[in-house]
Structure formats: structure tokens, C-alpha cells
């Protein structure tokens, strides 16, 4: 077993511009979630995905968007991208209510 | 009041100690909890889930109570590769498993 993969592992990026990071959950589960970790902080919910729909959202702006897709995988796509996007993102697969598991995360850095 | 609420630390602890972290949520209808170490730079791992009775896995004792909305973690006999960030995780059902992360209390466990 895989577990979650996350890809790629680092990306620089300038201001304006669009990303798109992508995520296979561990097999078996058919939930995932996106968090974005700034440096010192806890994870912050973005969205979570289920049945390949946004079924849940925390306070990010529209510019963050989500796809999931029939194999469960998963892709977070940012526009306009602004420096303070800059972090750590981490994608967790889930199945019912037990905890999530994490990847080891997208750095993402914003010039 | 943020969801979910940990004293950020730093605790600094020598080998040996017995060290305690609290965690308060906001949400009475939560319904899972959770203890997540995450080492720097890598992704959060479950720890450890938190049941109603308590439980306890080597030397680590987590605690639940519920008519004050916190949570607890224990660690006995504190070793240095204790040493990392342990995030409290509070989750609730809203039509999809929402999960909340607290920001984190830092560890270090000194020789």
C-alpha cells in the first residue's frame, strides 16, 4: 500500500500565476481532503471531496478550486496565485470518520 | 473563539518527565477525536485516536471530557524522539466529516 502520494514535492511559482497539484488517497479510501500549512501553523481546511463532489469548504477564497475523480484521486488547483499562498499543501485520504491519513505535502513557494 | 485550541508552547522538557498537553473545541456536537505528531517539515501522523473512556497506548494516555469540550495527551517517561509538534484534531458531521486541526503545541525533549 502507497498510502496518500502527493505530486510534485516543491513548486516556485510567481504572482499571477495558476497551479494545480495533484493527489492519489491510500487505497480503499474514497474521501479527500486539502489543508494548506503555513510555517508555525496547523493544517487549515480547504475543501474535501467525496463521490467527486466539494462536499465541505473552509474559509478560502474561490481562487482555490478542486476536482475529484472517479479513481478517488484528487487535484487542487490555485489562480492568480498571491505570495502569501506560499506553504506547505497536504492532501489526506479518509473513509468514514476516522482520522485522516496525510501525504507528504506539495511546498509550495510563491515569488 | 477558534475551533479548536492548543497553547502553542514551547514545553521543554528533560528525558524522563511527564509532560501533559490540553486541547479545547468549540463545536459541542463534535464527535471524533484525535492526536497527530508532525515532525518539521514532514507530514502530520496519527497518534492516536481519543475515545470517550480514555485510552492509553505505551506511554502515551489521552483523555476525553466532553462536558467541558477538551481533550488531553499524556506522555510518561519523555524520550528525545518525543521532540515534534502534536496537533489536536476535532471532527464533526455537517453533511461530510469536517476536520479541524488546533495549531499545534511544540515539544522539546532535552538530554
Known amino acids: 500500500d502507497a498510502g496518500v502520494t502527493q505530486s510534485p514535492t516543491h513548486l516556485i511559482k510567481t504572482r499571477g500565476q495558476q497551479v494545480t497539484l495533484r493527489c492519489s488517497p491510500k487505497s480503499g479510501h474514497d474521501t479527500v481532503s486539502w489543508y494548506q500549512q503555513a510555517l508555525g501553523q496547523g493544517p487549515q481546511f480547504i475543501f474535501q471531496?467525496?463521490?467527486?463532489?466539494?462536499?465541505q469548504r473552509g474559509n478560502f477564497p474561490d481562487r482555490f478550486s478542486g476536482h475529484q475523480f472517479p479513481n478517488y484521486s484528487s487535484e487542487l488547483n490555485v489562480n492568480a496565485l498571491l505570495l502569501g499562498d506560499s506553504a506547505l499543501y497536504l492532501c489526506?485520504?479518509?473513509?468514514?470518520?476516522?482520522?485522516?491519513?496525510f501525504g507528504p505535502g506539495t511546498r509550495l513557494t510563491v515569488l | 473563539r477558534k475551533e479548536v485550541e492548543q497553547d502553542p508552547g514551547p514545553f521543554n522538557v528533560p528525558e524522563g518527565a511527564t509532560v501533559a498537553f490540553n486541547c479545547t473545541y468549540s463545536?459541542?456536537?463534535?464527535?471524533?477525536f484525535f492526536w497527530y505528531r508532525q515532525d518539521c517539515r514532514k507530514e502530520p501522523k496519527l497518534l492516536m485516536s481519543v475515545y470517550s473512556s480514555g485510552n492509553e497506548d505505551g506511554r502515551f494516555t489521552a483523555q476525553l471530557n466532553r462536558a467541558s469540550q477538551y481533550i488531553s495527551l499524556l506522555i510518561r517517561d519523555s524520550k528525545l524522539s518525543d521532540s515534534a509538534t502534536y496537533l489536536c484534531?476535532?471532527?464533526?458531521?455537517?453533511?461530510?466529516?469536517?476536520?479541524?486541526f488546533g495549531a499545534g503545541t511544540r515539544l522539546f525533549v532535552k538530554a
Open positions: 471531496y467525496y463521490e467527486e463532489e466539494e462536499r
Open positions: 484534531v476535532v471532527t464533526w458531521d455537517t453533511g461530510g466529516f469536517k476536520t479541524i
Open positions: 463545536n459541542s456536537a463534535s464527535q471524533s
Open positions: 489526506a485520504s479518509s473513509r468514514t470518520s476516522l482520522g485522516p491519513f
